[in-house]
């Protein structure tokens, strides 16, 4: 991640900003206690490594999961400026589609969403992390 980062900052134009999309890492850990995976869940606690759990052994490939603090230093040793960072998302909107189905709803749903992704005590929930980091001019 560090020498990723570090090479989009290169590439980057003064002033240009960066958004990207990762995998959280408190999201993932309900999943290592679900399949009895103590080595896994101490892998992804202390490292941020993980694996793509699929049914399917041969489908399965390592992943990194980040935390929204981790994100930001790495983003700074990288020379970028931390703009913003936000849970995507933060409400288990998939698995209520019948709200969804709502246009009223739908919409009520969203603006929540917005007003909860950015405070700290709720994106823990959120399965993804969005980042916004921008090369200094």
Request: hydrophobic fraction near 40%; aromatic fraction near 10%; include cysteine.
């Amino acid at each position: 991640p560090r020498a990723a980062l570090k090479r989009i900052g290169a590439l980057l134009a003064p002033g240009a900003c960066l958004v990207a999309s990762v995998d959280a890492r408190a999201a993932q850990v309900d999943a290592f206690f679900e399949h009895g995976d103590w080595e896994g869940f101490e892998q992804l606690v202390e490292k941020g490594r993980s694996e793509f759990l699929t049914r399917r052994r041969e489908e399965r490939f390592e992943t990194h999961a980040f935390e929204l603090e981790e994100l930001e230093q790495l983003c700074r040793r990288a020379g970028l400026e931390w703009v913003d960072g936000i849970g995507k998302v933060v409400l288990p909107l998939r698995r209520f589609p019948t709200w969804l189905a709502d246009e009223k709803r739908f919409r009520e749903l969203v603006r929540r969403e917005e007003s909860l992704h950015r405070r700290t005590s709720w994106i823990g929930r959120a399965s993804h992390l969005q980042f916004v980091a921008r090369k200094p001019r």
